[in-house]
């Protein structure tokens, strides 16, 4: 998703409505079915409860058969099993359209850091030690219901990530994805078969977007390779245990459709659930000819790399553990300012366990590895040329109804730098105001209500 100095810039098309309300929801979907977690509606602490993914969109959504007025099953946004959706969303019916659900998240947090980044990024300022504001400021529409369906999600949003500067609230909101994160339509032509398009979060990854689909507060180092949001059209079906969904998508919110992902999962049992995803650029993207406010939704390497991710999920009673793995690459292209190749390797390990229906503790360990030797080059998809990174996050958290409060301490520490000079007006790839120092700690609290 991010590194220290991209985010991901707004892009206004709404060409197609109807595509750009397909894509969210279907996305949603998928990652419920990618992990073999329960849906929302099922998905609460001591019932193996679903460990939060990027939302990959492949099911069906809202039960196809209707159990009253104002009693769909509602499955999107993907909830990550300790924080839980409204069970009972305010509904309404809209004549000539059906029941149109409401719904929405209010979440505020604070944090301290050590070692913030030694630079500013224009036009935005430099990295703050401490901060106070709001994760979640959105709103959720929605028909899930009937052969067309529509999710729109709008409002203000901070995607905190491990290990990269984190922005304002609003800064956040206008650079990466606009008000208006998430918008798609899908024709659900049967209870397998699915076609969705718009703006919806990507097939790709294991961790979702927004903080309160999530088991921690911070999205990990491998979450920083991914996109998170993008404009395209999908494709869904589903078979009993098996699940598949392709798109063609603009990657990091580009806005040319260049991508092409896919993801697969297949549930062993009521436990236990496999899936591969990924996606690569098919075509290039020139992102340095692009306004530098654009460059922060679409990093140059990453949107010009390619991606796979293998994960396994058990979830069992009060356990949700799930490992994955992540490759990612980017080819040398002089023409566009990329003049080395590199690929990173990286492993996470993601677990939570529900004492009871009041309290859960969640963790995640993870490395990662970028190719080449430190000083030797550009291409920076980590903190430089060989370096490499570890993390530990542990995130305690109480739920009561639809509120919750949780706190988090995250650690993340970086080998193999490019180390700077100051008498050279040179600063190092990692963290401080030199960009010498190798680690960085979070503490970080955040207390919000899903309604």
């Not at 529900?354 to 080449?372: C, I, K, M």
Request: hydrophobic letters at 35%; charged letters at 15%.
């Amino acid at each position: 998703m991010f590194s220290p100095i991209r985010a991901r810039a707004s892009f206004v098309g709404l060409t197609a409505l109807t595509l750009l309300a397909s894509s969210s929801a279907l996305r949603v979907e998928a990652y419920a079915q990618a992990t073999g977690a329960p849906t929302v509606a099922a998905a609460t602490p001591g019932t193996g409860a679903a460990m939060p993914g990027q939302g990959q969109a492949t099911g069906t959504g809202a039960s196809s058969e209707s159990k009253g007025p104002c009693k769909a099953t509602i499955t999107f946004p993907a909830f990550g099993g300790v924080i839980k959706q409204n069970p009972d969303p305010a509904c309404f019916s809209l004549p000539g359209a059906g029941e149109i659900y409401l719904g929405g998240a209010l979440t505020g947090y604070a944090y301290r850091e050590t070692n913030p980044f030694p630079f500013t990024t224009p036009p935005l300022g430099g990295d703050r030690r401490e901060r106070v504001d709001f994760t979640n400021a959105q709103i959720f529409v929605q028909k899930p219901e009937g052969f067309f369906q529509f999710y729109l999600q709008a409002g203000a949003y901070a995607i905190p990530a491990l290990g990269i500067v984190n922005y304002s609230t609003i800064d956040q909101t206008q650079l990466f994805f606009s008000p208006v994160p998430v918008v798609f339509g899908k024709l659900q032509f049967s209870d397998n078969f699915s076609i969705q398009g718009g703006r919806m979060p990507t097939l790709i990854g294991v961790e979702a977007p927004f903080t309160f689909q999530n088991l921690n507060i911070q999205r990990g180092l491998l979450f920083n390779q991914e996109n998170v949001i993008n404009h395209g059209v999908q494709v869904n079906y589903s078979n009993g245990p098996l699940t598949v969904s392709v798109a063609g998508t603009d990657g990091f919110f580009a806005g040319d459709i260049t991508w092409f992902t896919g993801a697969v999962t297949y549930k062993l049992d009521d436990s236990n659930t496999i899936g591969i995803n990924g996606g690569f650029n098919a075509g290039r993207t020139d992102v340095l000819s692009r306004p530098t406010r654009a460059q922060f939704a679409t990093p140059l390497f990453q949107q010009n790399s390619g991606i796979f991710v293998a994960n396994y999920t058990y979830s069992n009673g009060p356990w949700t553990v799930t490992p994955y793995f992540q490759f990612t690459n980017v080819n040398r292209d002089a023409r566009l300012g990329i003049l080395q190749s590199a690929s990173t390797y990286g492993g996470a390990l993601l677990a939570s366990y529900a004492f009871n229906d009041l309290f859960a503790l969640a963790g995640r360990v993870e490395y990662e590895t970028q190719t080449g030797r430190p000083g030797s080059g550009t291409t920076s998809l980590l903190y430089g040329p060989g370096s490499s990174a570890a993390s530990f996050t542990i995130t305690p958290t109480f739920t009561f109804d639809r509120a919750f409060v949780r706190a988090e301490y995250s650690l993340v520490k970086v080998y193999d730098i490019t180390r700077g000079d100051l008498n050279e007006g040179t600063t190092g790839t990692a963290f401080g105001r030199t960009g010498n120092r190798t680690t960085q700690e979070r503490v970080m609290i955040e207390a919000g209500i899903t309604f």
